[in-house]
């Protein structure tokens, strides 16, 4: 019965036109966190926040896909799924440390009670830390459960979550994401020896309270340089910044291990787009830092009915390489998108027009003086040094958004039927978003005093075991 009905949600999401080509989705109803990225045997595992039947939030799970080339996909059955009464009302966001050849996973099990009347942020949920060690990537054991609420330092609400864990030297910690008592958000690390035993290190926090609630912390070292990539929850919009219900960005952080003592420098948006949130960071086969994020986001006042009717909401970001400049973290698609490219159509003509669905457009813009693209009503302009990604019906609700740059010189563009993304002075700013134009070719124009090329892209083959 379950099958049967599978099986009919499968052919209804799988002939919507607005599934995407590139992007790893779920196969049905509802995707959110990339968890649990980690490399095994060569192979890239990419696991995310799952609910197979509802295509709007349900009990979570962790779905599976791995892949060795980023191109060529294979989709597995569920890897986690609520089982202990420590992870009752789901398996959240984690992480996975691979150690002398085995995998150890890292995730929030989420407790919600029911019995009374809760404000769950200072009672009524357990958010507890569990561990799983698999060999393969598929197969565990038993949950080991290592922290608790009572285990979190005093001052901690019940909203503390996605641990992250990473080796310094030859000592692992722990990051959470967490909302203090009194409305602070902040992270809390916790540390090891030898992976069973963890003991509490100590806070991040800034100096002035930078929202109530941070989530999906990931403290990562890119070319010596340490960043705090997090989620703040309850940041007010200036102006242009901060422009969606929550954030996603980090702090450049100078941190000593051995001091317990850091200095954080100033929030950075790390995407300017609509749809973006929950970020994970890992090296992949290939040695790099790669970045994956959730191409969308929570409460947000613009939708994606159009794709809720048809069963399923939501996909995975493209993997981003992550490089610096200073202290500012630079993001650019991962090469291997280039093996999708097609046919190539290059132009120096002030204005081109063509028609595409699922392309890649690369333009380098030699006097930014009359810049526009036009994708049906989507527009990305530049003016007075401001770039925005504007749009009207397709936005379903999203509207305009924007920032500032010393300069336009470079456009990487990449659209998926349903999907944009941005980025901007080889990945100085990147813009993630979804929209729904109501063709399936789309029209796209050009005016630009420089150069564009523009590939039609294939798609990814993913091969379900
Ligand atoms: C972020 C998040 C995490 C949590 C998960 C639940 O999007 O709220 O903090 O672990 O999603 O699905």
């Known amino acids: 019965m379950l099958r049967e009905k599978y ?95 085995k995998i150890h996973y890292y995730y929030t099990g989420n407790v919600k009670y029911t019995d009374k009347k809760y404000d769950y942020i200072l009672n009524g949920r357990e958010q507890n830390v569990i561990e799983v060690i698999s060999e393969d990537g598929f197969n565990y054991e038993k949950k080991n459960i290592l922290l608790k609420n009572s285990d979190y330092p005093q001052n901690m609400s019940t909203h503390v979550r996605d641990p992250k864990v990473f080796k310094v030297e030859d000592e692992y910690f722990m990051i959470l994401g967490a909302r203090t008592k009194e409305d602070i958000g902040c992270a809390i690390l916790y ?45 007010e919009q200036e102006g242009i910044n901060f422009a969606n219900i929550y954030q996603i960005g980090y702090f450049p952080i100078d941190i000593n291990f051995k001091e317990k003592t850091y200095s954080l420098g100033e929030f950075v948006e790390l995407d300017r787009g609509f749809d973006i949130y929950a970020p994970q960071t890992f090296i992949d086969n290939k040695g790099r830092n790669v970045l994956i994020a959730w191409m969308g986001i929570p409460d947000a006042t613009y939708t994606n009915n159009k794709t809720i009717k048809n069963g399923w909401q939501h996909a995975l970001s493209m993997p981003r390489t992550l490089k610096r400049k200073g202290n500012k973290i630079l993001q650019e698609p991962l090469v291997e998108f280039e093996n999708l490219r097609k046919n190539k159509i290059s132009s120096t003509d002030n204005h081109i027009n063509f028609l595409a669905s699922t392309f890649e457009m690369i333009i380098d813009i030699d006097n930014s003086e009359n810049f526009l693209v036009k994708m049906e009503d989507v527009k990305l302009s530049y003016d007075n040094n401001i770039f925005s990604l504007e749009m009207q019906e397709s936005g379903e609700g999203r509207n305009k958004r924007s920032v500032y740059l010393e300069e336009l010189k470079k456009l990487h563009i990449f659209v998926d039927t349903s999907s944009i993304e941005i980025f901007i002075n080889d990945g100085e700013e990147v813009f993630t978003s979804r929209f729904y134009p109501n063709k399936t070719k789309i029209n796209i124009e050009v005016f630009n005093h420089g150069s564009c090329s523009y590939y039609d892209l294939d798609e990814f083959k993913i091969d379900v075991e």
């Open 191 to 235: 540390k090891s020896l030898d992976l069973k035993k963890w003991e509490y290190f100590f806070e991040i926090h800034s100096e002035k309270k930078y929202g109530y609630m941070w989530e999906c912390c990931d403290l990562i070292k890119i070319e010596d340089k340490w960043f705090l990539i997090c989620c703040p929850q309850g940041v």
């Open 7 to 101: 099986i009919e949600l499968i052919n209804k999401v799988n002939s919507d036109p607005y599934r995407l080509h590139f992007h790893l989705m779920a196969p049905t109803g509802w995707l959110n966190d990339p968890n649990g990225l980690c490399v095994i045997k060569g192979v890239n595992h990419i696991y995310f926040q799952y609910t197979p039947f509802s295509a709007t939030w349900g009990l979570k799970s962790w779905g599976h896909y791995s892949t060795e080339n980023w191109i060529d996909y294979t989709e597995h059955p569920i890897f986690l799924r609520p089982s202990v009464a420590e992870d009752i009302d789901g398996v959240y966001s984690g992480s996975a440390l691979v150690e002398n050849n």
